[in-house]
């Protein structure tokens, strides 16, 4: 459980919410399955601002690790640009509304990938419930006009995970499976393994 605690320590805390819209054929938004694993090769562009849906996919991409890139550069801090190198994510939540769909995505550390492929946790339940609230009250939303610029465009016009063809970089069939695991965390930080039939962990 200490490792459980520790991972979970690394992946949630500090975790903050990131946009980046594109626009994608259904073919490749079909490709994404809950509770898959998926690999962003190279880096990942995202930003802290989160206007109006910009194109017809949004992914949200919740992360403790990305980086400000204000910090190197004045003119990011307009945009928000936050991001993410050869960055591991599980998709934790579909939303579908309008023709417009938005894809949740936690980022996590490498080490970690068979603990989150073989679980879920009242962590996660509780940071969709806040995704599919912020979808709701997002969809409608202006557009953030820093966000409307070509070059932003062109940084985040490629689907996250797979090629333009729709060949995944991550294998996830790989991941060896076990017997689904349901993990609480207490408001004190501990981790709980609560024992389910497989059956009820994925109602």
């Given at each position: 459980?200490?490792?459980?605690?520790?991972?979970?320590?690394?992946?949630?805390?500090?975790?903050?919410?990131?946009?980046?819209?594109?626009?994608?054929?259904?073919?490749?938004?079909?490709?994404?399955?809950?509770?898959?694993?998926?690999?962003?090769?190279?880096?990942?562009?995202?930003?802290?601002?989160?206007?109006?849906?910009s194109?017809?996919?949004?992914?949200?991409?919740?992360?403790?690790?990305?980086?400000?890139?204000?910090?190197?550069?004045?003119?990011?801090?307009?945009?928000?640009?936050?991001?993410?190198?050869?960055?591991?994510?599980?998709?934790?939540?579909?939303?579908?509304?309008?023709?417009?769909?938005?894809?949740?995505?936690?980022?996590?550390?490498?080490?970690?990938i068979?603990?989150?492929?073989?679980?879920?946790?009242?962590?996660?339940?509780?940071?969709?419930?806040?995704?599919?609230?912020?979808?709701?009250?997002?969809?409608?939303d202006?557009?953030?006009?820093?966000l409307?610029?070509?070059?932003?465009?062109?940084?985040?016009?490629?689907?996250?995970?797979?090629?333009?063809?729709?060949?995944?970089?991550?294998?996830?069939?790989?991941?060896?499976?076990?017997?689904?695991?349901?993990?609480e965390?207490?408001?004190?930080?501990?981790?709980?393994?609560?024992?389910?039939?497989?059956?009820?962990?994925?109602?």
């Open positions: 459980m200490k490792r459980i605690e520790s991972i979970f320590n690394e992946t949630f805390s500090g975790l903050k919410l990131f946009y980046r819209d594109t626009n994608l054929p259904e073919n490749l938004i079909s490709n994404y399955k809950i509770g898959q694993i998926i690999k962003e090769k190279g880096f990942t562009d995202m930003t802290r601002l989160g206007g109006g849906l194109g017809n996919l949004r992914y949200l991409i919740a992360s403790a690790d990305a980086k400000d890139l204000s910090v190197f550069n004045p003119d990011s801090a307009k945009i928000g640009h936050y991001l993410l190198a050869d960055a591991f994510f599980k998709v934790l939540d579909i939303q579908e509304k309008d023709s417009k769909t938005q894809i949740f995505l936690l980022h996590i550390p490498e080490n970690s068979p603990l989150f492929k073989n679980s879920t946790s009242n962590i996660e339940e509780e940071i969709i419930e806040k995704a599919e609230k912020r979808f709701r009250e997002k969809i409608n202006a557009l953030i006009p820093e409307q610029t070509e070059d932003w465009k062109e940084r985040t016009k490629l689907p996250i995970g797979m090629s333009e063809s729709g060949e995944m970089f991550f294998d996830d069939s790989k991941i060896k499976l076990e017997s689904p695991k349901r993990i965390i207490n408001k004190s930080g501990k981790a709980i393994e609560v024992k389910k039939p497989w059956w009820k962990v994925w109602q």
